[in-house]
């Protein structure tokens, strides 16, 4: 049965600027191998090594967190929407901080 991913933009390049995707699986981990197979290369970017996914990307089924279902082996059924994000962090002021480099009253 085929859900719709979502396919976030650094991701873009791997699926020929697709934003979104059609894809068959029964759960989450034989989605991404499915990715996979379609799009050579994306499965390196969502897990690591030992194929779990990486800690700085958040998978949502439906708007929920797979890692407060059942991770990769969460089921997906036809009609889904599966998003991808990557994690974003950032920043220049310390912690806390109203003052300086990109804190509430950097005067620059």
């Known amino acids: ?3 719709t991913v979502r396919i976030p933009t650094p ?3 791997l699926t020929a600027n697709q934003s979104e995707i059609e894809i068959d699986g029964e759960t989450v981990e034989s989605l991404i191998g499915n990715m996979e197979a379609s799009y050579p290369g994306i499965k390196d970017r ?6 779990k996914v990486r800690r700085f990307i958040n998978i ?4 929920e967190d797979i890692r407060f279902m059942d991770g990769t082996d969460t089921a997906v059924k036809a009609g ?7 994690a ?8 806390g901080s109203l003052d300086g480099p990109g804190g509430l009253r950097d005067s620059g």
């Not at 969502?46 to 194929?51: A, F, K, L, R």
């Not at 889904?80 to 990557?86: G, Q």
């Open 1 to 3: 049965m085929a859900v």
């Open 11 to 13: 991701l873009r390049k």
């Open 46 to 51: 969502i897990c690591d090594e030992s194929g």
């Open 60 to 63: 949502y089924i439906n708007e």
């Open 80 to 86: 889904d929407r599966i998003s991808i994000v990557p």
């Open 88 to 95: 974003i962090a950032g920043g220049l002021g310390s912690p």
